[in-house]
């Protein structure tokens, strides 16, 4: 099984900032690049939803909820991507994961998820 490794969630009070971290296989470098990729995240009692991500042209997509404070972000050489997150709210409360489908496949290959907790 590929390993991919999330950090940097975490407890922050409303207003603050975290950036999360997710670093893909070595075994995808050579698909990396052209591959759709993102950040989702999931609350509890809710659906999977769709934060950031990169589309396989390298186009990047945002939730409504989270435009002018998220911002994704990637290093092709390191097999990573970046979720900055600022002015967070308590609404953005989640399990946040990241994905990558090389060739577009489904369901691709998901991190473990990181705990993202804002109080107000």
């Known amino acids: 099984q590929a390993h991919v490794v999330e950090s940097g969630g975490g407890l922050v009070q409303a207003g603050g900032s975290l950036r999360l971290s997710c670093r893909f296989p070595?075994?995808?470098?050579?698909?990396?690049?052209?591959?759709?990729m993102g950040w989702y995240r999931q609350a509890p009692g809710k659906e999977r939803e769709s934060v950031a991500t990169?589309?396989?042209?390298?186009?990047?997509i945002y939730a409504d909820s989270v435009k002018g404070r998220f911002t994704v972000s990637r290093d092709n050489t390191r097999r990573t991507i970046y979720l900055q997150m600022n002015s967070l709210e308590p609404e953005d409360t989640a399990v946040y994961l990241c994905?990558?489908?090389?060739?577009?496949?489904?369901?691709?290959?998901w991190g473990q998820g990181t705990q993202v907790t804002v109080s107000s």
């Open positions: 990169f589309t396989d042209r390298g186009d990047t």
């Open positions: 994905n990558i489908r090389p060739y577009g496949s489904s369901p691709g290959y």
């Open positions: 070595r075994t995808i470098l050579s698909v990396f690049t052209g591959s759709p």
